[in-house]
Nanobody, 121 residues
Framework: QVQLVESGGGLVEPGGSLRLSCAASGSIFSINHMAWYRQAPGKQRDLVAI???????NYADSVKGRFTISADNAKNTAYLQMNDLKPEDTANYYC???????????????WGKGTLVTVSS
């Protein structure tokens, strides 16, 4: 089993910054990619940013230039630096990882429980 622990959410004023962290632990042989999704009330869960184990990244158009995803592979931890936050960024942010638990494993998806980000004055 794999556990994900997210941290860093909270209340911030528009224009402010937050940094989310997601630490994966447990039966991990390798992590193929890690990502952050978000879900606002009444809306679907959407991809915010993704990073592969090679360091390739991709972002939702709405956060390009403001958010940066990074990872510490040695610590199995992903980060999401969020700058110039806007009220429309308010949502629950979920960490996602695609993990190989053994060398023969094709890979399994795991989700964190989410951390709330509220952007309001």
């Amino acid at each position: 089993q794999v556990q994900l622990v997210e941290s860093g959410g909270g209340l911030v004023e528009p224009g402010g910054s937050l940094r989310l962290s997601c630490a994966a632990s447990g039966s991990i042989f390798s992590i193929n990619h890690m990502a952050w999704y978000r879900q606002a009330p009444g809306k679907q869960r959407d991809l915010v940013a993704i990073i592969t184990n090679a360091g390739d990244t991709n972002y939702a158009d709405s956060v390009k230039g403001r958010f940066t995803i990074s990872a510490d592979n040695a610590k199995n931890t992903a980060y999401l630096q969020m700058n110039d936050l806007k009220p429309e960024d308010t949502a629950n942010y979920y960490c996602y990882v695609h993990v190989r638990r053994t060398r023969w494993d094709a890979g399994v998806d795991y989700w964190g429980k989410g951390t709330l980000v509220t952007v309001s004055s």
